[in-house]
């Protein structure tokens, strides 16, 4: 008689993009993931995951999972390959980048980013391997760096409310984000704040899912975030809606800020934001009362708002406001963008940049931004440039669907003379251009901790599985390169979880008394944290307050106060581009995708249908577009085709592609990054998707 096991409960830590960072419970019977759930102990998973982690293990097991290392076969861009050993990938890929380095090694180029958040699996090993050869540094831009500058010139580190004391909120403000996609926990405790009787309001150019359920949404022009956050300021001060002994204790500035807000009236504001004065004084008076009345009054912002050519300015703006009405004082109160500063890491330890110095004669090597990826794999070697990029390895990242100017980005990778290296779960579009192709572990199959960005636990990854086939993790594949490369230090034969031991800083109180073996055991830890941190001031800027005026920003050649910067691309202003493209066009996150991981599994692409543009009701009239017509969507930079929604979502002169597909699964190849622009930000140098403007026109039936 054959003995049946029991099924075995295994703690681990959702590893994608997202603020969220849930426990998880992975239910494994006989070697075999069979179930993902949230844990429901922990105070922010609370039990419910999102629709694309509760499918994981449809992830793992996919058919299409990679599990053998690959060579290419096919012209660069087909996805032709043929299996071979881990030893020949290895040697292979050893041998070229010891040519590379030969000549320049900063001719080679990591190029990774959040495909993984874990400590381990993201920029452990992988960053001692990079520092340790002399390759060229990337400068991780894609998601968060404007806004993050803005915030930490005005409040001086990624701290900000505690998002177990949402619900407790009376007047909430969503701003620049769709939570119930990308922020579902969060989502669940605003909900419980409208239970409560708390006011929601939605700041956004589309009228997303959160937003409709919101009381009130204000359809602002894209760009224009700042100018709104400078109106309400102006009536904040104007009409004396203010904590008056909070500026005075715990700010710096406030009279150059009053001078300054002077000029953005209600109206003036209005014109800008596309919006009515009426929306502007009513959004400020209500901020301010509620404030003045002792009421909790959080922002949320999100990344969507910095993703302009005024990005960090505008995160800058909107986080000079809750000081100005005391909304710190609160648990639960203020703003939060991120948490991620609440986490002490051991980034030294972790990432090892003093091999790069040891190595290098003491020299930093050159930085090449993610964002323009696109220009500098076509760029030539220059005394400005430095070394042509020689050869790539990609891990964590889909840059062929996710970085900007996407033709420029294809070009590039199709250079036959650049040799490209991908670690990936799938053929994705970016492993369709690689010269080798290695299989990378999942979450389940390998050992990670876990920082996060919406709340403040550490969070355990445990192995569930043994590895499929010959997948490996990515800080396995490292050290079996450093291996090859001849690299002897004592850091490459770190296991994970010598390193996962070590990822956070007990020098630090927040994290003083982080253990990693009892972590394992219990899935999560709260840091020491306040739940009011800047509740009786303590900012992280040098002068310990909310700076209002900032003298590092004029030391950094920026506008020292409040401004406001107008988009590249828009019709006020570029009147002359606006002529040939008369629409705005955000492409945010679709709420089965996230980035554009999850894009090949099927039940989820198929809940999200097919790509699709919305386009309000007059514009689409005025291009004879109906709804479920073919479009074509183009500017100078290129074009791509969706199906039409036609909807008042979108407001008049918008139009939104719900985002990020694999081009392989759009009909004509090519997704909306076809058309976004590899110009950077204000601040941060951080990309500007959702500072495009396009035309749209119908296609001829049967094209």
Known sequence: MNSVSE???????????????????VTVKDGIATEVKGDPDHPTTAGVLCTKVSRYTERTYHKDRLLHPMKRVGKKGEGKFERISWDEALDTISARLKEVAARNPQAILPYSYAGTMGLVQGESMAMRFFNRIGASQLDRTICASAGAAGYK???????GADTEHVQDARLIIIWGGNPIASNLHFWMRVQEAKRRGAKLIAID???????DKCHQHIALLPGTDAALALGMMHVLINENLLDADYIAQHTLGFA?????????????????????????????HEYGAAAQRGEITLIRANYGL???????MAVRNIACLPALVGAWRHAGGGLQLSTSDSFPKNGAFLQRPDLLLQHNNGVPTRTINMSTIGDDLLREASADFGPRVEAMIVYNSNPVAVAPESGKVMQGFARE?????VLEHFQTDTADYADILLPATTQLEHIDVHATYGHVYMMANNAAIAPLGEAKANSEIFRLLAARMGFTEDCFKDSDDAIAAQA????????????????????WQRLNMPVAPFAEGGFGTPSGKCEFYSARMLADGLDPLPTYIAPYESVASNAELAQKYPLAMISPPARNFLNSSFVNVQSLRD?????HLDIHPDDAAARGIVNGAEVRIFNDRGSMLATARVTPKARVGLVVGLSIWWKKFSGDGKNANEVTSQRLTDMGNAPTFYDVLVQVEACPSGV
């Open 7 to 25: 099924p075995i409960i295994v703690r681990a830590a959702c590893p994608h993009d997202c603020p969220d960072t849930c426990a998880l419970l």
């Open 153 to 159: 010139y005005t409040v001086g580190t990624r701290l």
């Open 205 to 211: 150019p589309y009228r997303s899912l959160s937003a």
């Open 256 to 284: 150059q800020l009053k001078q300054r807000v002077q000029e953005w009236s209600p109206q003036h504001t209005a014109e800008v934001c596309g919006i009515s004065a009426d929306e502007v004084v009513q959004l400020a």
């Open 306 to 312: 910095q993703r302009v050519r005024g990005g960090g």
């Open 417 to 421: 003379d650049l040799f490209t290296v």
């Open 504 to 523: 956070f800083d007990r020098r630090n109180p927040r994290a003083a008394d982080y253990d990693w073996e009892r972590l394992k055991e219990t899935g």
């Open 607 to 611: 809940t999200e249908g097919e790509p």
